[in-house]
């Protein structure tokens, strides 16, 4: 998500973002292994100073789907739980 002024004043910068994301997912879809060694590698460890065991990285990824695309009703559910969380202020989102 973008503010549409920042949309508006910087199209080259948000499509170079998007096909950065989209070229990482496919990359993380079609390497798999190496994608959970680097992230347990570089990721974790540089944000909370430990490691998560590769099999246990391993048994989470097998229950995700990694994807550019995401299923609306994540999304919805998503924005549900920031509101009830408080992040979206007073007007709750509506569900299409």
Same mark, same amino acid.
């Given at each position: 998500?973008?503010?549409?002024?920042? !949309?508006?004043?910087?199209?080259?910068? &948000?499509?170079? /973002?998007?096909? %950065?994301?989209?070229?990482?997912? @496919?990359?993380?879809?079609?390497?798999?292994?190496?994608?959970?060694?680097?992230?347990?590698?570089?990721?974790?460890?540089? !944000?909370?100073?430990?490691?998560?065991? &590769?099999?246990? /990285?391993?048994? %989470?990824?097998?229950?995700?789907? @990694?994807?550019?695309?995401?299923?609306?009703?994540?999304?919805?559910?998503?924005?549900?739980?920031?509101?009830?969380?408080?992040?979206?202020?007073?007007?709750?989102?509506?569900?299409?």
């Amino acid at each position: 998500m973008v503010r549409a002024d920042y !949309l508006e004043n910087h199209p080259d910068v &948000i499509k170079k /973002l998007l096909v %950065a994301h989209v070229d990482e997912t @496919i990359w993380i879809q079609q390497n798999q292994d190496e994608a959970i060694k680097t992230f347990k590698r570089n990721k974790i460890k540089k !944000l909370t100073g430990k490691t998560i065991p &590769i099999n246990e /990285l391993q048994e %989470a990824f097998s229950r995700m789907e @990694i994807t550019y695309d995401p299923v609306k009703s994540s999304l919805y559910k998503s924005a549900d739980n920031a509101y009830y969380l408080g992040f979206l202020g007073d007007k709750k989102p509506e569900s299409k």
